[in-house]
């Protein structure tokens, strides 16, 4: 029961992590309506960005600071260049520009930092933490539970920043109706210009917890594969729905590949959410928490 | 300037000879010029494709939502300009538009949609559900639909949201756009019938594009007639609804042999550039 347990709370603190990756591409689809492609370069370009400032010798409070700047000024650029010509266009093309981004967000981080996988120390073990290991014989990593910890907190934070209503009707109004949504008065560009500003600080936070955890590497941005079967079981344009959706990917994965696994030969962590995620398209299209799908207009 | 309609009350919105483009090469307006007074109902009239949204979408600025430009002529509205101005400010300023085909927030409920024309107000919560009570009392029927999406809502309960939600921004001018838009005869009556009264009771201007000439110019005071992006004519609404040009071409009655329809159109042009 014990080892029940340590599987089941080691992956509910990387379901944790998933959250986080998740919230980043909810934020952007509850302002614009669009799946942003884009949202693991901007991981990828911000733990580099951080590292390749350590490298400079600066500190790790300069670094974090510029960092963070660097990346509000991305997502304000994003909404000036590439966005604002694309009100009132399809989705499709907001959708296609996020992956055209993506691109060029990615090389720009390698022309600017090179492309060598880089380590990235937070001051964090990955140990299991002696004083609950002595008491209840369970092991929980130290930093598996720093990381959740810190998700949290930003989760809980913008979770209480986009819950004032008239934010998020303003929000749930553009991503209905770009056009309709300006007819009323609603600032789309500054609104756009937040969401985007915001986006690029969770993609901070979520580049140095999982860079400090699988190292700053272009496989960073494979990240936002992981957010797709969480945004599809969370439904995706709901915070709440993000937290939960990692809660259950993290867990299940983890208690899939621990007492399924050794049936079929191991790996299915691997495919184990799409599957879980696929099942769920069947039964509920929207999501556990998304906004219900119009089939007629 | 002939554009005059009504010499007795002020000017709220003028626009003055507008040229717009979209896309940097399509000439759409080539010269617009009309006037709204305060407290009026001013039609804007015109077939396919004449340029009465471009018209109203130049106003509102969500023109360059669409690509579009106003390349000559000033727009001014209580004597200021107000065409580099970003639809958020002249929201502000009480210019609000209803687009055509109602453009609700589907996945939002009648009420939410009416709240969302109220993010530009400063107001306290208890300013903007007296508001919502207002636009209850003009829409009884939103009430009953309140919480209903607005997606599943009928054409006439979404054109009623739609002018309901640009209510809530408490415009002194509303710029509707074919209000009467696939809508059953008895229902574009009724939301006639409520513009009238919001004009009167809440002194709300409305500049009204309509391709539905009859109705309208029996709830205007004045109208436009606007063809190939250019106003052919203009005058009281009683006077333009027996003009005999008018009848016979917007209307589709004729009292007349029928003439060429080129021959007007020359004709038209004519005398609007002798005027
Ligand atoms: N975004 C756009 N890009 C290019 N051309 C446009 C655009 N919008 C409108 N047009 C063109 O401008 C002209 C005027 O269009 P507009 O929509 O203003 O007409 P309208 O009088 O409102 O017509 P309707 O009664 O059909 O609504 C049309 O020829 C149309 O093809
Ligand atoms: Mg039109």
Redesign the pocket.
Known sequence: MGFFFEVLIAGLLSGVMYSLVALGFVLIYKASGVFNFAQGSLVFFAALTFVGLMEHHLSFGVALVVTLLVMIAVGLAIERFVLRPLVNQPQISLFMATIGLSFFIEGLAQLVWGASVRGLDLGIQDEPIAWISDRTGINISKFDLMAAGIAAVLVIALALFFNRTRIVRALRAVADDHQAALAVGIPLQQIWAIVWAVAGFVALVTGLLWGARNGVQFALTFVALKALPVLILGGFESIPGAIVGGLIIGATEKLAEVFVGPYVGGGIEGWFPYVLALMFLLVRPEGLFGEKIIRRI | MSAQPDPGRQVALSVNNIEVI??HV?L?LRGVSLEVPDGGIVALL??????????L?AISNLLHA???EVTKGAIEFRGQRVDRLTPNDLVRRGVCQVM?GRHCFAHLTVEENLLTGAFTRKGSRADIAQALEKVYHYFPRLKERRASLAGYTSGGEQQMTAIGRALMAQPTMILL??PSMGLAPQIVEEIFAIVGDLNARERVSFLL?E?NTMVALRHANYGYI?EN?RVVMDGQASDLANNEDVKEFYLGLSTAGRRSFRDVKHYRRRKRWLA
Request: proline share 0%; no cysteine.
């Open positions: 979209y896309d399509i759409v015109g077939a396919n494709g004449a340029g009465k949204t471009t018209t979408k669409e690509r579009g055509e756009d074919e594009a391709q606007l992006g």
